[in-house]
């Protein structure tokens, strides 16, 4: 089971860059990384998933070394928009895996002005 | 196009009863995997469905139980309701999950239902 562990908050503020670490040391050779965006009563919303190595949307960053054994989701810029609950989610819903999927409490991220 | 939908939004039962929760997928989805969310804690797997069958199951008791119509959209229903029950269910959709594709599985998820148990 490849459990996570994340910062449960962080602060920062407007226009900064903000990185989160996910740590995930039993990470499974199938296995990617998947982050998640939630605000209060909604469902989580997709931000980025990975492999390995680096990449790159229109909002976010996914870093994760050679090892696989954690990441970073890194935010360019954050407005107070982005204040907001973060899962890193590791596994693969493809294949038996699935069922382990497990969230984590997150990193509750609060931007100030 | 319209996402992911749940209903209800929001419902009250009292300890022994039963609930049945509805998900209408994304268009174009054809698995549909059931979450459920305590206050304060991250979504917790319930199970998944593809092709009418459950595929995967979460470490959830047989009182959660699901279906899955023609058309892709879902049900979950729980029996015998206890106070822990209560929480945010949500529902995710993903695209040709089923089908074995690589990738990981990108999901979209509903708003949820909040169901409170009395």
């Known amino acids: 089971l490849a459990k996570t562990t994340q910062p449960i908050s962080m602060d920062s503020y407007e226009g900064q860059e903000v990185n989160i670490t996910c740590s995930h040391n039993?990470?499974?050779?199938?296995?990617?990384i998947t982050w998640y965006q939630q605000f209060p009563s909604q469902g989580p919303r997709f931000i980025i998933q990975g492999y390995k190595t680096k990449v790159t949307n229109e909002v976010a960053s996914l870093f994760i070394p050679a090892d696989r054994k954690s990441s970073t989701l890194s935010l360019p810029r954050v407005s107070l928009s982005d204040t907001a609950v973060y899962y890193c989610?590791?596994?693969?819903?493809?294949?038996?895996?699935?069922?382990?999927?497990?969230f984590g409490s997150g990193t509750q991220l609060t931007v100030l002005p | 196009d319209a996402g992911v939908t749940q209903s209800p939004t929001h419902l009250i039962k009292t300890r022994g009863q039963q609930v049945t929760l509805r998900c209408s997928p994304k268009?174009?989805?054809?698995?549909v995997s059931w979450y459920q969310q305590a206050l304060g804690q991250g979504p917790q797997f319930i199970f998944q469905?593809?092709?009418?069958?459950?595929?995967q199951r979460g470490n959830f008791p047989d009182r959660f139980s699901g279906h899955q119509f023609p058309n892709y959209s879902s049900e979950l229903n729980v029996n015998a309701l206890l106070l822990g029950d209560s929480a945010l269910y949500l529902c995710?959709?993903?695209?040709?999950?089923?089908?074995?594709?690589?990738?990981?599985?990108?999901?979209?998820f509903g708003p949820g239902t909040r169901l409170t148990v009395l």
């Open positions: 469905y593809y092709e009418e069958e459950e595929r």
């Open positions: 995710a959709s993903s695209p040709g999950v089923g089908r074995g594709l690589s990738g990981g599985g990108k999901q979209f």
């Open positions: 989610l590791v596994g693969n819903l493809t294949s038996g895996s699935a069922r382990q999927l497990t």
């Open positions: 039993n990470i499974a050779t199938n296995d990617y």
């Open positions: 268009s174009g989805h054809d698995t």
